[in-house]
């Protein structure tokens, strides 16, 4: 069973970066797909960014050409090097995992995905 654990968030200005990452362990599926999503206090849950079993990345149109979705070692872990942040990228940040063919992997299938991790903060203000 997949177990995630994210960490890297924080307090950054207007303007600046983070990297978050995800430690994946347990055994990997086969046809793995990873992804970061987030959530502010009384919003759903959206997604920002996935990559494929075939290592096809996706992302969300607010996030294209700020953030950035990789992974490590088969994905052992999982990075989100956010950049030009806004105050509206303000939210908990969370990975996650499914078990699913690439055509399925997307931003925009959020219940696929059934593995969660706790979640990390990143807040964006001056």
């Known amino acids: 069973q997949v177990q995630l654990k994210e960490s890297g968030g924080g307090s950054v200005q207007p303007g600046g970066s983070l990297k978050l990452s995800c430690a994946l362990s347990g055994s990997k599926p086969a046809k793995i797909c990873m992804g970061w999503f987030r959530q502010v206090p009384g919003k759903e849950r959206e997604g920002v960014a996935t990559i494929d079993s075939d290592g096809k990345r996706a992302y969300a149109d607010k996030v294209k050409g700020r953030f950035t979705i990789s992974e490590e070692n088969v994905y052992d872990i999982l990075y989100l090097q956010m950049s030009t942040l806004k105050a509206e990228d303000t939210a908990m940040y969370y990975c996650?995992?499914?078990?699913?063919?690439?055509?399925?992997?997307?931003?925009?299938?959020?219940?696929?995905?059934?593995?969660w991790g706790q979640g990390t903060q990143v807040t964006v203000s001056s």
């Open positions: 996650a995992a499914a078990d699913v063919e690439p055509h399925f992997c997307s931003v925009n299938h959020l219940r696929l995905f059934g593995t």
